[in-house]
């Protein structure tokens, strides 16, 4: 990875400023999303999405926070102090570290290991090998119920070879990704974190499956699935920090910070640096949201976001059309 100083990102080049855009439509683009542990192939065609509908932004911040929304009242003091905080953050160019995690080095590491027509598992397991809870996870799974076949696993190298790509996928985001969700002391966050952890979960395999229907590298989207909701992270530590912040919220906070938490994941892409896809990823997120960028990385992540929404949430609302994609 490299080591060079983070490069500033000037506010001006940021086109998401929610105030004076007449005629511009708000939408959300921080929907998490989804797909199984180890799921069958894709059925059919995925609705191709312009923009979730308001209610999907809201729907999804009152399912993390366990709040409802207000959609009668303006933007609170309280409120507007957390957006102006992301935005100078933002406009600082600075690096994000202190506000959203870095997953670590291994993961791209791992992801090249499993990459290309000629994966090298063996490359994989000397990999493993050096994080002795990763080494733990890995054994389980290949002799859980769903994956046994004949005699127990008890060496790193059989346990590779039986999960598999799809099974060590399923390794490196339990064991790589799932503690940055970790939410420490931080009470809004704990409240947020496992539906975070969950829609990451899903979708990053999801994000696998759909991306060679697009022409984009699996491996790339599952990254780019297993990271986009770390945005999220930062948002909420925001919240924390902001002593006159108070429940019930906002509807149109809940909208502008669906938006600024998608702001956060792109910009930590680019100062992550794990590689080109996701830098390019975050560049494009500066200039339109997830839901309206040409870039194929983006259709195939907003597809999963979309989908793995409605699975994960529609059928508790009770009313689907809030997660489902506008015409």
């Known amino acids: 990875m490299s080591d060079r100083k983070n490069p500033k990102l000037?506010?001006?080049?940021?086109?998401?400023?929610?105030?004076?855009?007449?005629?511009?439509?708000?939408?959300?683009?921080a929907d998490p999303a989804g797909a199984v542990a180890a799921p069958p192939a894709a059925s059919g065609p995925v609705d191709e999405p312009d923009a979730l509908t308001a209610p999907g932004a809201v729907a999804l911040f009152e399912h993390?926070?366990?709040c409802r929304c207000d959609a009668d009242k303006k933007l609170f003091p309280g409120e507007l102090g957390v957006l102006h905080r992301i935005e100078a953050l933002l406009e600082s160019g600075e690096s994000l570290a202190a506000w959203v995690p870095r997953p670590p080095n291994m993961l791209p590491r791992l992801l090249a290991c499993l990459h290309g027509t000629d994966p090298s598992l063996r490359e994989a397991a000397d990999l493993i090998r050096v994080d002795g809870a990763m080494v733990v996870e890995v054994v389980r799974l290949a002799n859980s119920a769903g994956m046994r076949h004949g005699d127990p696993v008890r060496g790193l190298d059989q346990a590779v070879v039986r999960l598999g790509i799809q099974g060590l996928l399923?390794?490196?985001?339990?064991?790589l990704a799932r503690p940055l969700f970790d939410a420490g002391r931080a009470p809004l966050l704990a409240r947020a974190a496992p539906t975070l952890w969950k829609l990451s979960e899903e979708k990053c395999l999801l994000c696998y499956q759909r991306a060679p229907a697009d022409e984009v590298d699996p491996f790339d989207a599952y990254?780019?699935?297993?990271?986009?909701?770390?945005?999220?992270?930062?948002?909420?530590?925001?919240?924390?920090?902001?002593?006159?912040?108070?429940?019930?919220?906002?509807?149109?906070?809940?909208?502008?910070?669906?938006?600024?938490?998608?702001?956060?994941?792109?910009?930590?892409?680019?100062?992550w640096q794990l590689n080109a896809a996701l830098g390019q990823l975050g560049r494009a997120l500066r200039a339109s949201p997830l839901a309206r960028s040409d870039l194929p990385l983006a259709r195939v992540l907003w597809r999963a976001d979309c989908e793995a929404m409605?699975?994960?949430?529609?059928?508790?609302?009770?009313?689907?059309?809030?997660?489902?994609p506008s015409a």
């Open 223 to 271: 990254l780019a699935g297993l990271t986009h909701n770390i945005g999220w992270i930062g948002a909420f530590r925001a919240m924390g920090q902001q002593t006159t912040l108070r429940a019930p919220y906002s509807a149109p906070f809940a909208e502008r910070l669906a938006r600024l938490a998608e702001l956060l994941f792109g910009a930590s892409a680019e100062q």
């Open 170 to 175: 399923r390794v490196v985001g339990t064991s």
């Open 64 to 66: 993390l926070t366990g």
């Open 10 to 29: 000037p506010f001006h080049w940021w086109p998401w400023r929610w105030h004076g855009r007449p005629g511009t439509r708000t939408a959300s683009a």
């Open 310 to 324: 409605r699975k994960a949430f529609a059928p508790e609302s009770g009313d689907p059309s809030a997660f489902r």
